[in-house]
């Protein structure tokens, strides 16, 4: 059965309504990496990692570290 069986529409369509949604935009990314991407602010580590496709092709994982 799929998951949006329960909802009147597919989640997609469903969305199509929304106000909020109807306004945004996609774009493009503008900051790309291959396997990982790591910054901080002095306070906090963010890691990012592409472990390969998972969903998408464009699915990634973040963490947050404090700095050693």
């Known amino acids: 059965m799929p998951v949006f069986s329960v909802f009147k529409a597919a989640p997609q369509d469903a969305a199509k309504s929304r106000e909020d ?3 945004s935009k996609l774009r493009p990314p503008t ?3 291959p396997r990982q ?3 901080e ?3 906090h580590r963010v890691e990012l990692h592409h472990f ?3 969903h998408i092709y464009g ?3 973040s963490s947050r ?3 050693a």
């Open 41 to 43: 602010d002095g306070t």
């Open 31 to 33: 900051l790309l990496f």
């Open 21 to 23: 949604v109807a306004k």
């Open 65 to 67: 570290a404090m700095p």
């Open 59 to 61: 699915d990634g994982f």
């Open 37 to 39: 991407l790591s910054f």
């Open 52 to 54: 390969g496709v998972s």
